[in-house]
């Protein structure tokens, strides 16, 4: 077994090619519950993982999410606020694509250090201005990696990599159908 970064890179070779022989394999949906706690508070729990059609019923409620909003939003600040959640998916996915692909290529990583900003502007979330987008005008991702037998030139093609492939940096910057209904 061959391991970099943590990675069981056989078995992560293993599961590229039996996606590429069986592309059904690949597809998945995550789900989350979520309540209500009053005011800006919300609870989320994981929900089952289906993947290939195969539902796993083993991460539901598994693991609890919480939200609030900072005090200077209205909030009590009792947890992260969705945009920061939307900063974290997005540090997630970067340490997952960039860890990944540097396994597949022989990268030793020691490390990665990640910082996240995102810009909103309250005019357009609050209606005040129809010509503000509600979401993050901005997001900027500053990234370190520590691999000190990797070439500058092999750090930048992971940066390249990650994006083409994070799935979370491809659902921010490309329209992505969301579809909300009334229970």
Do not use: W
């Amino acid at each position: 077994m061959t391991v970099i970064n943590e990675i069981d890179v056989d078995a992560l070779q293993n599961s590229v090619d039996t996606i590429r022989a069986r592309p059904a394999l690949g597809r998945a949906t995550f789900a989350v519950d979520g309540s209500s706690r009053g005011g800006y508070r919300v609870t989320t729990r994981t929900g089952a993982l289906t993947q290939g059609g195969e539902r796993d019923g083993t991460r539901v409620a598994k693991f609890e999410m919480h939200s609030d909003e900072p005090v200077a939003a209205l909030g009590t600040d009792t947890a992260p606020s969705p945009a920061e959640y939307v900063l974290h998916a997005l540090a997630g996915c970067y340490t997952v694509t960039i860890t990944t692909h540097a396994a597949l290529r022989g990268v030793d990583l020691k490390g990665i250090r990640l910082e996240l900003e995102g810009d909103i502007d309250m005019r357009g979330f609050l209606g005040i201005d129809a010509q503000v987008r509600p979401g993050l005008q901005q997001i900027r991702v500053r990234v370190e990696l520590d691999a000190p037998d990797a070439s500058r030139e092999e750090l930048e093609e992971l940066i390249s990599l990650v994006e083409r492939r994070s799935a979370i940096r491809d659902t921010l910057v490309h329209p992505v159908d969301v579809v909300t209904t009334l229970a």
